[in-house]
């Protein structure tokens, strides 16, 4: 009984990751389009009909492409550094609340932060092995803005944890039944999705991409399928973020097809923003992450820990 359960959660999750990187190609298309009409262009539209084989034709060409690597690089770690971010990436869907056999567990909330910090060790070391000046200059500041936003993405979940005490994702559904937490916690809400823009380094926060003065960053020795690997990786997590914010704020219902079109507005709204926005100054970002979303988050956690405590003194 066991090992079909277990052959039914591999399946499963192959087929969840197997859809979240069809998921990843569409978005780069829908970015570039989106961009392109900001811009007053055309998106891709020459590989398929209206550009639709775009990314898979992207993706042929990458892979295909000779694999250089720095003489002096650290061969090893330079090489598997992508390939863990990516597999980190994919892992973190493996808390998606389905209803069926998966696997979602009660502390699925625990799993994604432990997971996410991960990540930065996987920017840090793809800038240090690279043994270039700026591939390290770009993971540095990297690192460093995502630990801060990391900071207030925690206490945000922090605060939802003591007012639905429970680190099952699956129960953000069970409480938006009547009223989404949107309209209940405006500005965690706005807050969360600042954070999340700021973890996946996103316009307006992409400073490891600054490329007048950085050349790229952390990313400018990889070419071919290890460049691939890292964008996978960083379009994975837009779509995982988007896939929270719907179900932290938007209801969350998972079993309705109007939560996956939430998740496509929400990811529509990222490269909204990077058309839009220039990028923030560093000394802003990290004043913003340090002296107003942490006294903020901090509020806020005290005031749902108030509240928590008073609804189970009248329970009691």
Known sequence: ????????????????????????????????????????????????????????????????????????????????SPVISLFLSLFLWMVMPFLTVSLNFSLSVLFFLSLSSLGVYTVMLSGWSSNSAYSLLGSLRAVAQTISYEVSFALIFLSFLFLTLSVNLLDFMKFQEFIWFIFFSLPLCMMLLVSGLAETNRTPFDFAEGESELVSGFNVEYSSGSFAMIFLAEYSSILFMSMLFSLMFLGGNIISLFFF?????????????????????????????????????LNFLLLFFSVSLMIFALLV
């Open 1 to 80: 009984m066991y090992l079909k359960d277990l052959i039914l959660i591999i399946i499963s999750s192959l087929i969840l990751v197997i859809c979240v990187l069809v998921g990843v190609a569409f978005l780069t298309l829908l970015e570039r389009k989106v961009l392109g009409y900001i811009q007053i262009r055309k998106g891709p539209n020459k590989v398929g009909f209206l550009g639709i084989l775009q990314p898979f034709s992207d993706a042929i060409k990458l892979f295909t492409k000779e694999q250089t690597y720095p003489l002096m690089s650290n061969f090893n770690l330079y090489y598997l």
């Open 261 to 297: 079109v939430k998740i496509g507005l929400v990811a529509f709204f990222w490269i909204w923003v990077r058309g839009t926005l220039p990028r923030f100054r560093y000394d802003k970002l990290m004043y913003m992450a340090w002296k107003s979303y942490l006294s903020v988050t």
